[in-house]
């Protein structure tokens, strides 16, 4: 499994997009990346995946370079519920495959005021 | 509604009393996983089922026990509980394994004496 490096915190603002990144240089052809949210004492919640280029859904973006060695989770206007650990995996399969899911140590956003 | 759904959600036991996290999804997934999360360690798998019958380990299974004899039901088996494995159990499914959506239960806060 490809090994992740994202930040371990970043602060911000409400109201602001904030852009989150994680590198994977050793991500393989068939990975896959997904991000995670976690909020204290609950479980992690999936937020978005994607192979290459740009992923967009109702929460947030992920933005994915042609090499695919990092990618950049974007979180339009966060408000003081964004407050959460963000956690960018890189995985086998988009489905299937025996693999667990590696959690790094994520990256401790704070929203504030 | 999806979910994952595990009871207790707190438990607190002594040395050596035998134990059993249960952990039920509705969403028909065939993977199901545990994970414990320990503070400065992150998320580490335990056990996981990629269908009925079928389990294996995962990178921290010292300790557990795991059955799968439904789909919906993954239970998580602690013969001989010590104190460390006081943790925050998270059981976990997805339609099938890799890093496709994966839906996380509420946790279970488990302390030792």
């Known amino acids: 499994l490809a090994k992740t490096t994202q930040p371990i915190s970043m602060d911000s603002y409400e109201g602001q997009e904030v852009n989150i990144t994680c590198s994977h240089n050793?991500?393989?052809?068939?990975?896959?990346i997904t991000w995670y949210q976690q909020f204290p004492s609950q479980g992690p919640r999936f937020i978005i995946q994607g192979y290459k280029t740009k992923v967009t859904n109702e929460v947030a973006s992920l933005f994915i370079p042609a090499d695919r060695k990092s990618s950049t989770l974007s979180l339009p206007r966060v408000s003081l519920s964004d407050t959460a650990v963000y956690y960018c995996l890189v995985s086998m399969y988009s489905g299937g495959g025996a693999d667990g899911l590696t959690f790094g140590k994520g990256t401790h956003l704070i929203i504030q005021p | 509604e999806a979910q994952v759904t595990q009871n207790p959600r707190y438990l607190i036991t002594v040395t050596g009393k035998k134990l059993t996290v249960t952990c039920s999804q509705n969403m028909n997934h065939e993977y199901m996983s545990w994970y414990r999360q320990d503070p400065g360690l992150g998320l580490r798998q335990i056990y996981y089922?990629?269908?009925?019958?079928?389990?294996d380990k995962g990178d921290v299974p010292e300790g557990y026990k795991v059955s799968r004899k439904e789909k919906r039901n993954f239970p998580l088996i602690l013969e001989s509980p010590s104190p460390n494995q006081t943790s925050l159990y998270f059981c976990?499914?997805?339609?099938?394994?890799?890093?496709?959506?994966?839906?996380f239960g509420p946790g279970t806060r488990l302390t030792v004496t």
């Open positions: 050793n991500i393989a052809t068939n990975d896959y």
């Open positions: 976990a499914s997805s339609l099938s394994g890799g890093g496709g959506s994966t839906y």
């Open positions: 089922s990629m269908n009925v019958e079928v389990t």
